[in-house]
Structures are given as structure tokens and as C-alpha cells.
């Protein structure tokens, strides 16, 4: 067998495995998420337990379920006998792992956490494991077979017992109402917190950088305007200040290729009515789903009484590592 028809055997045996542990969920989930969102209800936090492979695991899905508004903690299943179960309180939730459910040390454990009003919920491969008789709920994460050779190292195993961690995050986000604002509020860093805390007045051009022109200016000076602010085009507005159209230096080239003589024109007769624009107080990652969808080059920026208060140059995006 070739390296490659190798790795798509991977592949199709950790997807295999995925699609068995999926068709063995059941209404367990609903009792685990129903336990999960009172005891962060009642400002309780869920601590994951785990040994080996699944103990990384473990770590994954607590930080998935931190960030997404679920206080979670791993608790070493060692260093909590010596001290670390101080960590542990009244009407928290143990998540434990254990793909066996014959791990010694987290069966040395759990009796410990058991002395505290804790309710556990255990991810594992083996409903009539010890770990599955001292647990409130039991997830079952039995594969068929792992995508290891010798059907030893834990593969499909993990993956299921990762991809499970993450449909119990997600369904308790949903279960309790978090938003996308509030993931900007823990992700205020890095492309994500970029994505959902930037406004479009955070990134536009402004002031002489945005040309905004009358509809009766004449194309000459409006040209003046936009080489003065470095930009391709100049926002065209009514005698209140509304915007009412743009015009180009696609425009410009357009009507001087068809042979006209626009630099004596007003703005009026050759511009673009009702333009692409978006409100200054708008996601910025709004303004990139604009550019993806319209293919336009200058996105004009308006207040709340219509009026050009900037612009969003396409070449100005990559530069802010939001995409």
C-alpha cells in the first residue's frame, strides 16, 4: 500500500468511526447538557479529568468550553490527591475521560471528587466500566476499530472523544444564549478579536483621505480631489450632504475610452447612482463580506443621516489580518 492510499485509509476509518459514535447518541446528551448549563447557571464550572491521550484531549475541550463562556479547569488526576482537589467545589461538574474506563489513577479519583455535591459525566468506550458505574451520565464513545495497524494506539478513539467534547460545547453555548459579542469579549486578541471587534470606523479612511464632492462639481476637480486623498473614487452627494452616487477613476477611464469629453461635466451626469455603502458602526467583518460579494473596490463609509463619513480601500484589508 502507497503512503497515500495509507493516509486516506486513516481517513476513512476515523470518519467511519465518527459516523458509529454519532448513530449511538441519545437522549444522555440531553441530561449531560441539561446538568452542564445549571451547574454554570449557579456560577458552578466544569473540571475535566483525564489520563493519557484522553487527558489531552481533555485540555482541548476545556479551553473550547472556556471560550465559549463555559468555565472549565483540568484537574490532574495525580497532583489532586496531593492538594489540587482544593480547586473542586459544591455543584460543579466532573467531566471525565477514559476511553477503557478502567484507568487507575482517575478511578482513584473519582471516589475523592464524589465527597464534594458534584454530578460526573463520563466519555467513555465502555458502558459496563467501572468509570461508567460511578458516573450520573454516560457517554458512549465506542469505535469500531482504531486506525492504528494493530488496533492499539488511541486514533479513532480520541477523535471521537474530541469531536464529542465539541458538540457538548457548542450545544451548551447555544443552550445558554451566548452570542458572537460575547466570544469577541474573551477573544480580544489575534484575527478572531480582530473580526469581532473591529467597526467600520476603526478601519475606514476619513477626513482628507475620503474626497466626498457635490453632484454639480465638475469631473476635473473631482479628479483633483481624489489624487489629493490618494484614492479611486470620490463620493458624490445632494445639496443636504447625502450620499447620492460615486464616481470612479473606472468611471473617468470608461467615458474617455467610449470618446466623450468628461472633465467639463458635472459629477451629476456621470456618476453611479444609490452606490455600495455601509454604515460606520457596522462589523468590520461586514465590510469584507461586502468586498467578497460585490467585487468593488472602494466601500463608501455613512453615518446614521446618510452622509459620506469615509471609505474602506480593498487594499487597505489585507493589512489588517482579519481575513
Known amino acids: 500500500m502507497s503512503y497515500l492510499a495509507k493516509a486516506r485509509e486513516v481517513f476513512t476509518i476515523e470518519m467511519a468511526a465518527l459516523e458509529s459514535v454519532r448513530n449511538q447518541l441519545d437522549n444522555r446528551i440531553d441530561v449531560a447538557v441539561e446538568i452542564l448549563v445549571e451547574s454554570l447557571r449557579q456560577r458552578g464550572k466544569i473540571i475535566v479529568v ?28 495525580v497532583d489532586a490527591m496531593h492538594g ?36 460526573v459525566i463520563s466519555l467513555t468506550g465502555n458502558a459496563r466500566s467501572s468509570l461508567a458505574r460511578l458516573s450520573d451520565v454516560v457517554l458512549n464513545v465506542k469505535v469500531p476499530k482504531e486506525a492504528c495497524p494493530f488496533n492499539l494506539a488511541p486514533t479513532a478513539s480520541t477523535t471521537a472523544m474530541l469531536v464529542l467534547g465539541d ?18 469579549k474573551f477573544h480580544p486578541s ?12 476603526d478601519i475606514m479612511r476619513s477626513g482628507s483621505r475620503n474626497p466626498v464632492a457635490s453632484h454639480s462639481t465638475p469631473v476635473k476637480e473631482a479628479l483633483l480631489l481624489m489624487t489629493q486623498a490618494k ?14 452616487g460615486v464616481f470612479t477613476d473606472g468611471d473617468f477611464r ?14 451629476a451626469k456621470v456618476m453611479t447612482l444609490n452606490p455600495v455603502s455601509i454604515r460606520e458602526d457596522a462589523l468590520a467583518v461586514e465590510a469584507l463580506r461586502i468586498f467578497n460579494e460585490r467585487c468593488i473596490d472602494d466601500l463608501l ?3 446614521a443621516r446618510h452622509e459620506p463619513v469615509g471609505l474602506v480601500d480593498s487594499q487597505d484589508l489585507p493589512k489588517l489580518k482579519f481575513m
Do not use: W
Not at 458538540?167 to 469577541?184: I, K, N, Y
Not at 489575534?190 to 470606523?201: D, E, Q
Open 50 to 77: 483525564g489520563i493519557g491521550k484522553s487527558g489531552h484531549v481533555g485540555h482541548k475541550i476545556a479551553a473550547t468550553l472556556t471560550s465559549t463562556g463555559s468555565l472549565s479547569v483540568v484537574l490532574n488526576s
Open 84 to 119: 489540587d482537589l482544593g480547586m473542586v467545589n459544591d455543584g460543579d461538574v466532573v467531566l471525565a475521560l477514559s476511553y477503557s474506563g478502567e484507568s487507575e489513577e482517575l478511578l482513584n479519583l473519582i471516589p475523592a471528587l464524589k465527597r464534594f455535591a458534584v454530578k
Open 167 to 184: 458538540a457538548l460545547a457548542m450545544t451548551v453555548m447555544q443552550a445558554r444564549g451566548f452570542r458572537s459579542q460575547d466570544f469577541a
Open 190 to 201: 489575534g484575527a478572531i478579536g480582530r473580526s469581532l471587534l473591529l467597526r467600520v470606523r
Open 231 to 244: 484614492a479611486g473614487s470620490v463620493s458624490v452627494v445632494d445639496a443636504r450632504g447625502k450620499l447620492i
Open 254 to 267: 470608461r467615458h474617455m475610452a467610449a470618446g466623450e469629453s468628461v472633465l467639463d461635466l458635472s459629477l
Open 301 to 303: 463609509v455613512v453615518n
